[in-house]
């Protein structure tokens, strides 16, 4: 059964940094494509960033040259590194993968639980 597990949330003020990571647990046979995930109080879920498994990245306008996704093939684990935190990047953040597994189909969302990212002005 594949897990993801995120880490790395926390409080901070803005201008500062957080680097988030998803892990994946499970016998996978390959990671197509990550994605970063934001879910502010009162707001629709937003995708932030996402990576394909050739490297191509594309990013949500409001973090463009602030965030940076990148992934740990070996370690079937996703990173999201956040530079200049604003208070409106405030928000619970998921890691999506879209992932083989052992007793799956090919191309399957998973999704881990959420970490709370709070940045205070």
């Known amino acids: 059964q594949v897990q993801l597990v995120e880490s790395g949330g926390g409080l901070v003020q803005a201008g500062e940094s957080l680097r988030l990571s998803c892990g994946a647990s499970g016998i996978i046979f390959s990671i197509k494509a990550w994605a970063w995930y934001r879910q502010a109080p009162g707001k629709q879920r937003e995708l932030v960033a996402a990576i394909t498994s050739d490297g191509g990245t594309n990013y949500a306008d409001s973090v463009k040259g602030r965030f940076t996704i990148s992934r740990d093939n070996a370690k079937s684990t996703g990173y999201l590194q956040m530079t200049l935190l604003k208070p409106e990047d405030t928000a619970v953040y998921y890691c999506?993968?879209?992932?083989?597994?052992?007793?799956?189909?090919?191309?399957?969302?998973?999704w881990g639980k959420g970490t709370l990212v709070t940045v205070s002005s």
């Open positions: 999506n993968a879209n992932l083989w597994a052992v007793g799956n189909l090919p191309d399957k969302d998973y």
